[in-house]
């Protein structure tokens, strides 16, 4: 067994560093399966001191935070959930890879107790690496409720490392697992810690000490891995180890051999490989741990879980309940939503009220009005609406409902050639929408059949991210002011549609393959907490309202430049007036003042075509005229490859300065940029569910792009981009054309 707590006290420091108050601080990393109550633990240790960040050169986020115990401050790195420490998926080379590069002092390991034997199953190969483990033993509630009787304190003493019963939604065992960490740390930890030693059957075991003979002889990777784990991983055909290995060299081609002898001799013999002897092994060894700690009862509560599922699941009962869901989040988004939503644009309506009052007429105006305060402001007035809707989401998340989600969608993945994996891409992706394509694209990297990885990878960026939710809000508030729920679920209908059948033509013809079987666990029912959906909730809200801080204000002070820059001549704008001074020796009283507004009207447009941007609008409406695309609306979308939410931030400043009256602002007629939308005559139906389509499907952000190439290609991410574009505008050109034919 591990031997991770020693009876002598050792001092010593993490890191050799003591924060600015002289409390130790002490680096630990919190582990799980996924579902197992990691995540929440995390939230109920942390609170309000967790902070989103991102794994050094990869785009996941990294949570941390810092909870007090005593005289240390303890930071947690809350650990992407995975199944094990092998190289299968991008979340299981994440933490193995915090674990051994980053070192932390304890590696607390969360446990479902409903499903002992499985999560017990990462919490040995932990062991196995030789790392200091402290056990939360989390749903302890529902273990009792389902008869399940656990003895913790049995299975501290065969493991030899500490177990700590939790129910971490009520924040139940969390002042109990930091002091057993800093017992741990206080004991030794790393420098006392020995790996776990399971025994693999005899001939295995011969491999597994001849390889580990020869490691140590050479000191081959032994600097970061126990020789032993280092065999095991050569005899799993890890891809992560293996290929570090063969960057080294060394004995590298001769383990490689060893592995196939004895896999050879596996496949002859027992019909069998060596990852798969090893994993039932370690079962058996779990197995044989739990016999005297677990005890069931012999009447079990009846599983809530199944007989919800009966229906939620119902081959046609569940996805017509699934989408009775999604409209319901989208008709509470617009109807509670529209009520903060109208006390954020109030707020930025005075915002550039007072900046007309007190800043003098002229650029410096203009910038800060039209640049900052309508660009931004058009962005944060849907803060409100994006927080409902993440908070709907985020509750469903936190039930277990996507997972059952992803269950459904499986059934339909499969005949357009997609893996039922590429179900969580296109969740992530905004398929529920509000997700975003970069987390979304990175998923994909957990299918293992490269077809499907790009043919996902292609798609993902189709679906409704939070970013183009807002574009797509304020289209709907323009021209269904009335039917934006229903619309809203028609859009993100309509962005499953076009993926898959994208999908299944690129199957049939750049990539084809046969589609791969797909296996997934649905985890149990559990009703969220509160501060769990509100905690989440807040982060997504906060990541969005720092983009629009950060990224939307420098994009809109950029656009405002170039929609600025350069001016009208003084002899165009002595012409207008000249219109102005003929029209006022002629006319008086209202007509004088409408007359004069159609000439300020007619100036303000004259000088946004002028701009640089109005000269990149102007010019593309040659060619997007055929898909009914004004010249604004071009300024737009063109903006909108840097980010998708400029697409608002651009068109409020496009329409701010074409504004005839600034004065009007002032006297409360302001219409807004949404209703100056709505009047413009470009805006034609047929032109409307056009920019639809192609806000839905033309080539994502330039983050995506990047990401994209980094998970495949560059060729790949180009070819995809500018396929999207293509496609995407000679759709949008049928769709126009045909109706305005028909209409």
Not at 33 to 57: H, I
Not at 406 to 421: C, E, P, Q, S, V
């Amino acid at each position: 067994m591990a031997n991770c707590v020693s009876a002598v006290l050792v001092s010593k420091e993490s890191d050799g560093m003591k924060t600015g108050n002289t409390k130790t601080r002490l680096n630990i990393a919190l582990s799980g399966q996924p579902n197992c109550g990691k995540s929440t633990m995390f939230n109920a240790l942390t609170g309000s001191t967790a902070r989103v960040g991102n794994y050094p050169g990869i785009t996941v986020d990294r949570m941390e935070g810092v909870y007090s115990y005593g005289s240390y401050d303890i930071k947690i790195t809350d650990l992407p959930g995975t199944y094990s420490l092998s190289s299968y998926s991008l979340e299981e080379v994440v933490a193995r890879d915090v674990i051994i590069n980053e070192k932390p002092d304890v590696v607390v390991c969360m446990l479902d107790a409903t499903a002992i034997e499985r999560s017990l199953y990462l919490t040995v190969q932990l062991m196995e690496l030789g790392v200091p483990v402290v056990i939360g033993m989390n749903m302890m509630d529902s273990a009792r409720k389902n008869g399940v009787h656990i003895d913790s304190l049995k299975l501290s003493e065969l493991l030899n490392v500490p177990v700590v019963e939790c129910v971490a939604r009520r924040g139940v065992g969390k002042e109990e697992l930091m002091r057993k960490v800093v017992d741990v740390y206080e004991h030794g930890g790393r420098d006392v810690c020995k790996p776990l030693h399971i025994s693999y059957g005899n001939e295995l075991e011969e491999v597994i000490e001849s390889m580990s003979r020869e490691i140590n002889g050479v000191e081959f990777m032994t600097e970061r891995y126990p020789a032993r784990w280092i065999a095991l991983k050569y005899l799993e055909e890890d891809s992560a180890v293996v290929g570090y290995g063969k960057e080294i060299g060394g004995i590298h081609e001769k383990l490689c051999s060893r592995v196939q002898e004895y896999k050879q001799h596996v496949q002859k013999a027992l019909d069998s490989y060596p990852e798969a002897i090893i994993a039932d092994q370690r079962y058996g060894f779990i197995n044989a741990l739990i016999k005297d700690v677990v005890m069931r009862k012999t009447s079990l509560n009846y599983d809530i879980s199944d007989k919800v599922d009966k229906v939620l699941t119902q081959r046609f009962l569940g996805p017509i309940i699934m989408f009775g869901i999604l409209y319901l989040m989208f008709y509470v988004t617009f109807n509670v939503g529209a009520i903060p939503q109208g006390w954020v644009e109030d707020i930025f309506g005075w915002m550039g009220d007072l900046a007309v009052r007190f800043i003098p007429e002229g650029l410096f105006q203009s910038l800060i009005v039209s640049g900052v305060i309508d660009g931004v402001g058009a962005v944060m007035g849907f803060a409100p609406l994006i927080m409902i809707m993440f908070a709907m989401l985020v509750f469903l998340e936190d039930l277990g409902y996507m997972a059952r989600v992803a269950y459904m969608f499986d059934r339909i993945l499969r005949f357009f050639g997609l893996h039922g994996a590429s179900v969580m891409p296109f969740i992530l992706s905004g398929g529920i929408p509000g997700g975003c394509a970069v987390p979304g694209v990175m998923t994909a990297r957990t299918l293992r059949s490269r077809n499907e990885r790009l043919a996902t990878i292609f798609t993902a960026p189709y679906f409704v991210c939070g970013a183009k939710i807002t574009a797509f809000l304020v289209l709907c508030a323009a021209f269904f002011p009335d039917n934006g729920d229903t619309v809203m679920l028609l859009i993100t209908l309509a962005s499953w549609v076009g993926a898959l059948l994208v999908s299944l033509l690129l199957r049939k013809t750049v990539i084809k393959g046969e589609s791969t079987p797909f296996i997934m666990e649905l985890p149990p029912y559990r009703l969220p907490t509160f501060y769990g959906v509100a905690i989440h909730t807040l982060e997504r809200v906060w990541q969005y309202v720092k983009k629009a801080g950060t990224v939307i204000f420098s994009i809109s002070v950029l656009l405002w430049v170039l929609m600025t820059f350069p001016q009208l001549p003084e002899d165009v704008n002595a012409g207008f007036d000249n219109k102005i001074e003929a029209v006022s020796s002629e006319l008086s009283g209202e007509e004088l003042n409408k007359q004069i507004n159609e000439i300020e009207s007619d100036r303000s447009e004259e000088a946004l075509r002028y701009s640089v941007a109005g000269r990149i609008g102007t010019a593309m409406e040659s060619v997007t005229h055929l898909a009914g695309f004004n010249w604004r609306a071009n300024i737009a979308l063109f903006a909108g490859v840097a980010a998708k939410e400029v697409i608002v931030s651009t068109l409020s400043t496009a329409y701010s300065l074409g504004e005839a009256d600034p004065d009007a602002v002032i006297e409360g007629d302001d219409m807004g940029f949404i209703d100056r939308m709505r009047n413009d005559p470009s805006w034609t139906m047929p032109a409307v569910i056009s920019i639809f389509v192609f806000m839905l499907l033309y080539c994502p952000c330039f983050v995506t792009i990047v990401v994209m190439a980094r998970e495949s290609s560059w060729g790949w991410a180009i070819f995809a981009s500018v396929a999207s574009i293509l496609g995407s505008f000679l759709l949008s050109v049928i769709i126009y054309q045909v109706g305005t034919n028909l209409i």
